[in-house]
């Protein structure tokens, strides 16, 4: 790798990497899960690699840069380029690197990219770089983040740093000819949020050398682990009936035949409309508290939907519009005692737009009965898993999303789940600090159309 003149270059180990001598003699590097034999390594090789994890080097023996070279393609270390004893910028691996490609004529920075403050500085990354760029010297941020050349001509830099510098941007992936990624649809599809989100979530990115990620416990013995039970709503509490599931087991139609029949229903017979007696069955056979442990000072339960870790985050909000026996309005289910709490009336304004927004959520823009508002809350999930843990809730919410389903099919109900929701409107009807417990679904339901009618499926 060659560099512009004046600059240096000095290379380590990156975060999170280990070594160990085989049995055999051959070193082996390892950042979980990955791992890569590098053969039998000499003397000095063996001491450039304990120098490299004690923190950046020069090279300067011509006979170890191969050594570095490799290690370096292999993704395990980081480089930075320094003007005398000022650090310019640090080139830190996620992946591989991939072919250094020519400088484009007319570059700009990647949609993708993002510039993120870090106490050591700034960082420009993306989810299709193999690096992350962590800035050290601020002065290189408007040439980075305007690298057509619109401020060539008033730039502070020295030509031959902003050169490499964005040279080494556009290997990265963060500099990327104009245009590039509006002509096909493998970029255009990816909105730069949502890609962020899945790479960020699975090993294939941020995870991939060594990152905290995954069920690390990282809170324990820093904060309290939230309690399996939130906080009670006040209010008398309106008890739910409890179904007899013995004799379900017995009447209840066969599991092939609930699954065939699914649909979603968004169409409603308001003349007969569902009954509490049916909302607390559904809510018994869906979500109810079955055990509660307690592990190492941790609380832990069962419901009949799985949970990553017996976690269970979520709670269910009804908010009824028309429930034979049960005011409008909007309450809590406290999935402990089997009881509804009242949270609001249904005349506070964001109960009706909670209402209002999920009618337009639905496409055929019918209020429904009966508006179930999935909130999550969060620190059940964040206190132990780190990276993945907005993703392991969303994927709490398809297997709860499913159980309400199927049983809301078994009832003969009319289920329905829609993609999005009013989460400001959640926030300020329960008055719960979003940081902490947000909503995160939302699912109708009511009585199904009278025979005849006509009934908007899917």
Request: hydrophobic content about 40%; some cysteine.
């Given at each position: ?6 600059l ?11 070594s ?26 063996t ?36 003007r ?9 691996p ?5 072919s ?13 990219a993002?510039v ?27 040439d ?44 255009r ?6 890609l ?27 904060f ?13 509490p ?20 609930v ?19 049916q909302l ?8 109810r ?13 069962r419901k ?39 949270v609001?009336?249904?005349g ?11 009618s ?7 209020r ?22 907005y993703?392991?809730?969303?994927k ?16 003969g109900?009319?289920?329905c789940?829609i993609?999005?929701g ?22 109708l ?14």
């Amino acid at each position: 790798m060659t560099i512009s003149p004046g600059l240096t270059e000095r290379y380590a180990l990156r975060a999170g990497v280990h070594s160990a001598v085989l049995p055999d003699g051959v070193m082996r590097l390892f950042a979980w899960p990955h791992a890569e034999s590098i053969g039998a390594l000499s003397a000095d090789e063996t001491t450039l690699l304990k120098e490299l994890a004690e923190g950046p080097r020069e090279i300067a023996d011509p006979a170890l840069r191969p050594f570095v070279e490799r290690l370096f393609r292999g993704g395990w270390l980081k480089r930075t380029l320094s003007r005398g004893e000022h650090d310019l910028y640090t080139l830190d691996p996620l992946r591989r690197p991939g072919s250094r490609p020519a400088p484009p004529d007319d570059p700009v920075l990647s949609r993708f990219a993002a510039v993120r403050r870090r106490p050591s500085g700034f960082v420009i990354e993306s989810p299709l770089a193999w690096c992350d760029v962590h800035v050290h010297d601020p002065a290189l941020l408007p040439d980075l983040l305007e690298p057509a050349g619109g401020r060539a001509g008033r730039s502070s830099l020295a030509p031959q740093i902003r050169r490499q510098a964005l040279a080494d941007l556009a290997w990265a992936g963060l500099v990327v000819p104009r245009g590039a990624e509006d002509g096909a649809l493998r970029t255009r599809q990816w909105a730069p949020h949502e890609l962020d989100f899945h790479q960020r979530s699975r090993l294939y990115h941020r995870g991939y050398l060594g990152d905290g990620f995954g069920g690390t416990f990282w809170a324990r013995g820093t904060f309290d682990p939230p309690q399996a039970r939130p906080q009670r709503y006040p209010g008398d509490p309106i008890p739910l009936h409890r179904p007899d599931l013995n004799a379900l087991r017995a009447a209840d139609p066969p599991l092939t035949a609930v699954l065939e029949d699914r649909r979603s229903v968004r169409e409603y017979d308001d003349d007969a409309p569902m009954t509490v007696e049916q909302l607390g069955e559904l809510l018994y056979r869906s979500a109810r508290i079955r055990d509660v442990k307690v592990i190492d000072g941790v609380e832990y339960v069962r419901k009949p939907y799985p949970s990553g870790g017996s976690v269970y985050e979520l709670e269910i909000y009804p908010v009824v519009r028309h429930v034979a026996g049960l005011a409008p309005g909007m309450y809590h289910y406290d999935a402990y005692e089997h009881v509804l709490r009242p949270v609001r009336p249904a005349g506070h304004p964001a109960v009706r737009r909670m209402l209002t927004v999920a009618s337009h959520g639905s496409a055929v823009g019918i209020r429904p009965q009966l508006l179930l508002v999935v909130s999550a809350r969060v620190g059940r999930v964040m206190w132990k898993y780190e990276g993945m843990g907005y993703a392991l809730i969303l994927k709490h919410v398809g297997v709860l999303y499913q159980t309400l389903y199927c049983v809301a099919t078994a009832m003969g109900l009319a289920p329905c789940a829609i993609g999005s929701g009013d989460s400001a409107a959640f926030s300020e009807a329960t008055g719960r600090d979003p940081l902490e417990e947000c909503a995160v679904g939302d699912f109708l339901l009511g009585s199904r159309p009278a025979s005849g009618s006509t009934v908007e499926e899917s």
